[in-house]
């Protein structure tokens, strides 16, 4: 499988780039998907100046490898927000992504939420409502492999 080191430099690019799409959203909150929309999370909320973050947990995958069944938990009380932002750093197949949303519309149903990622693939169930590069390759983010 081709792998593509995807550093610092080209994040910090991508992260400016993407915030100039969201800025216009009006957000009132932020969900990362634990672990890889957590990094991305951090730079957003401090860009768009957000002070309520928080995180919900998903596990998809086993190393590069992908389990049979994701997992969520952690779930966050967004009980008092409806326009907010749920972030990770892929949408590869979709599946967690697609959980996620799931779950955060079962527990609140008056949520609105948007997604946003670094990166997607043409071929995921559902696709980010903001993006910023197709995924031609296995993604090594530099906070996993540096």
């Keep these: 499988m081709e792998k593509y080191y995807y550093g610092y430099d080209e994040f910090i690019v991508d992260v400016n780039n993407l915030t100039q799409k969201l800025q216009y959203e009006k957000f009132e909150a932020i969900v990362a998907i634990a672990r890889g929309g957590l990094t991305l999370t951090h730079l957003f909320a401090s860009k768009l100046g957000l002070r309520d973050v928080f995180s919900i947990n998903s596990i998809s995958y086993d190393n590069d490898t992908k389990i049979e069944k994701s997992t969520i ?74």
Excluded: H, R
């Design 73 to 146: 938990f952690n779930i966050p009380d967004l009980t008092n927000y409806k326009k907010v932002l749920v972030v990770d750093d892929i949408v590869d197949s979709g599946e967690t992504l697609s959980l996620v949303l799931k779950v955060l519309k079962d527990k609140f149903p008056n949520l609105e939420p948007k997604t946003a990622s670094l990166f997607y693939k043409p071929t995921a169930i559902i696709s980010p409502d903001f993006t910023q590069k197709e995924a031609t390759a296995w993604i090594e983010f530099f906070w996993e492999v540096d």
